[in-house]
């Protein structure tokens, strides 16, 4: 089964403004983590209540996922996520400009909702457009996710050292970023959602429905990811200060190398894929992964430290949209376009699975054990992907010996 093929301009403006959706999350996403310190005072929560809070948003993105896979069964993804991008937008303003904790409790909800949707579709829509292009264009996305993400934390930095009010903060770029996301919104390309026999779209899916035991390896591979992610941004700068005795200025400069690391990787990742193929690139990105990890457990220093977090952002970097690739191309191969939508969205929970176990996973071991052994679990598990690498290759594009032929394009 194929993808009816789109004009080649009509692709590459779709991949510019999918890009810029990327570019617009990850900088709204950021700008609302990055500032939390500042959203606890403004609100009075108690530390207390602070956990209860942050883990909300994570629960509520994976309900908003779990809506949209039945959501794009009736209309596009496309359409989904112009729809809830202005959402996500509007509800960090309103995290930061409403009068009283309930209401950030209100704001954060609906953040968490329609983020949820947005990383579905968003995903969607960047598994497709690859499939289009027929050729890796994925981790390209992800790359102007992580920029954004640091043009977000930037904002961030300099709207706390001119001491702004969360409402001047964040108004002003989401004056910027809402437009913005709706004109971009014009140029997105899902046309292989509906079936032009059936006329509806996710018809394929509904006459095979995918079977989770399909995905299941991704679905860990994904969780495994994304706990190693969270330990990163949770927990590097108290390892640095705490464990390897750095300044409390040096401890905030792993994160921010992480970010680069990452962004640079994922610049590269789509020419490594279509070189050597997912499988060999994913290998490699969890070898250098646990690499990283084994390096910050048994660094002596904050310095050595600092090279271990680099490792893990170039080996992480890769996993995640190799990942929501792999999955929608496999439901894709088995059962049409509809079923692709529905692994991506599914696929997209263990995003938050992952998020919400690693940080308190690392705590608890860290307090419990020691914090150089608890760096030993995440790599441990980040490993796994291994057991679980040839699950990214492409059926149709494997030799006889089960080895993945790496593809190219007709689309610049």
């Known amino acids: 089964m194929t993808a009816p093929r789109v004009p080649g301009a009509q692709l590459r403006h779709g991949r510019v403004a999918l890009a810029l959706s990327f570019f617009v999350q990850g900088a709204v996403f950021a700008l609302l983590v990055t500032r939390i310190p500042a959203i606890q005072e403004r609100y009075g929560i108690s530390d207390g209540l602070l956990p209860a809070f942050l883990a909300a948003v994570p629960v509520l993105a994976g309900a908003g996922s779990v809506g949209t896979e039945q959501l794009v069964k009736r209309v596009r993804a496309g359409r989904v996520l112009r729809c809830a991008q202005p959402v996500v937008c509007l509800a960090l303003l309103a995290v930061g400009s409403v009068g009283s904790m309930a209401q950030a409790a209100v704001a954060l909800a609906v953040f968490g909702l329609s983020v949820g949707a947005l990383d579905a579709s968003m995903n969607m829509l960047g598994v497709s457009l690859q499939r289009a292009y ?74 095979a429905p995918l079977a989770m035991r399909l995905l299941l390896p991704l679905c860990l591979v994904m969780a495994f990811a994304y706990i190693g992610d969270s330990t990163v941004s949770n927990w590097s700068a108290k390892y640095l200060q705490d464990v390897l005795g750095s300044s409390e200025q040096l401890a905030t400069v792993p994160y921010n190398v992480y970010m680069v690391t990452t962004l640079l990787g994922r610049a590269v990742g789509d020419l490594g894929v279509r070189r050597f193929g997912a499988v060999a690139v994913v290998r490699t990105g969890t070898v250098v992964a646990a690499g990283g990890f084994a390096v910050v457990a048994a660094a002596p220093g904050a310095w050595a430290g600092m090279a271990g977090f680099t490792l893990l952002g170039l080996g992480l970097c890769v996993i995640v949209p190799q990942t929501f690739a792999a999955a929608g191309r496999l439901a894709f191969e088995r059962h049409g376009p509809g079923a692709s939508d529905m692994a991506v969205a599914r696929l997209n929970i263990f995003n938050y699975v992952g998020f919400l176990i690693g940080s308190p996973l690392v705590g608890a071991l860290g307090d419990a054990w020691s914090y150089r052994g608890a760096m030993l679990v995440p790599m441990a598990l980040v490993l796994m992907t291994l057991v679980y690498a040839r699950s990214f290759g492409a059926p149709e594009a494997r030799y006889g010996d089960g080895h993945e032929r790496p593809r190219t394009a007709d689309v610049g």
Do not use: C, N, T
């Not at 102007?144 to 108004?171: D, E, I, P, T």
């Not at 032009?196 to 779209?201: C, R, S, V």
């Open 134 to 207: 027929g050729r890796s264009i994925m981790l390209g996305f992800h790359a102007a996710y992580s920029l954004g993400g640091m043009v977000g934390a930037s904002l961030a930095w300099a709207g706390a050292h001119w001491k702004l009010s969360l409402a001047l903060l964040y108004g002003p770029v989401v004056a910027v970023l809402v437009p913005l996301a709706l004109i971009v919104g014009h140029w997105f390309v899902d046309r292989d959602r509906r079936d032009p026999e059936e006329g509806g779209a996710g018809s394929a899916a509904a006459a």
